[in-house]
């Protein structure tokens, strides 16, 4: 079937196969997002227009130029057209409210995520090679759309720092290409992250996320038992596409019994 990225990229895409799931339960874990790019560029059958990308002697899109908005957004896809009531995700939450701890699954329905697509100045961006300006802290800023190529950075410098555990201000320190009187060099762009308070550190995100595409994966949760509200992310693990038994309802949050 035809479908239409966020970033303008328009494929013919085939449903998901058994054995890629598997492949996706055996991989899948933490930020590496690995082998969610090689299912969905498996899926691929053929480019009907390459919107901003450069494509292989193969005819696919380059896999280091991928924005991550188009891969959540195609998963979120092949998901709702390789599945039965696909477009319907139950999610298994916890309350957060003091005292309450509440457990219960949340059906997401996917059709009703707020899709935002690129424009075409930032297209036109994307294809020339150009980075990104904005101005956040203070401080003008150089930076690229969140893309698979950032994965391989990204480990390389968790590496060199010789930590663990991902965290934002990792992410934006692969994604900047340069702050205004800075060296380049993500050493330089993590030290100046890590000393901006968190008001600041949210301009930065801002900014950021301005120009980006893709599909916002932040769904409302209300408790069924104390009626605490509260903002989730969607989970992309191993269940990502497990089925579930009933056909819920049509419904971004739960709903009070
Ligand atoms: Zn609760």
């Not at 969610?36 to 560029?41: A, D």
């Not at 699954?105 to 995520?113: G, I, N, P, T, Y």
Request: charged share 25%; with cysteine.
């Amino acid at each position: 079937m035809q479908w239409t990225a966020p970033s303008g990229l328009q494929v013919e895409l085939r449903p998901i196969r058994g054995a890629e799931l598997i492949k996706l339960a055996e991989e899948a874990k933490g930020t590496d997002m690995g082998a969610i790019v090689s299912i969905v560029l498996s899926c691929v059958t053929e480019v009907l227009d390459p919107g901003p990308y450069k494509l292989t002697a193969a005819g696919r899109p380059e896999r280091s130029q991928l924005l991550k908005g188009d891969l959540v957004a195609a998963l979120l896809h092949l998901r709702a057209v390789s599945m039965p009531d696909g477009d319907v995700y139950p999610i298994d939450v916890r309350c957060p409210a003091g005292g309450c701890a509440a457990q219960f699954k949340c059906d997401v329905d996917l059709r009703e995520l707020p899709l935002k697509t690129l424009d075409q100045e930032a297209r036109d961006r994307l294809v020339a090679g150009l980075p990104f300006q904005g101005r956040a802290a203070g401080k003008d800023i150089l930076f690229d759309l969140q893309c698979v190529a950032q994965d391989a950075r990204a480990a390389s410098w968790m590496r060199t720092a010789q930590r663990q555990r991902q965290t934002v201000i990792d992410t934006y320190a692969v994604q900047i290409r340069e702050v205004e009187g800075l060296e380049r060099n993500v050493r330089h762009v993590f030290n100046w992250l890590c000393d901006l308070d968190l008001g600041e550190i949210d301009e930065v995100r801002a900014v950021l996320e301005a120009p980006d595409c893709g599909v916002d994966t932040d769904v409302a949760v209300t408790c069924p038992q104390c009626e605490w509200r509260w903002t989730t992310t969607l989970p992309f693990g191993a269940s990502f596409f497990r089925a579930h038994r009933t056909k819920p309802k049509r419904s971004q949050e739960t709903t009070v019994p």
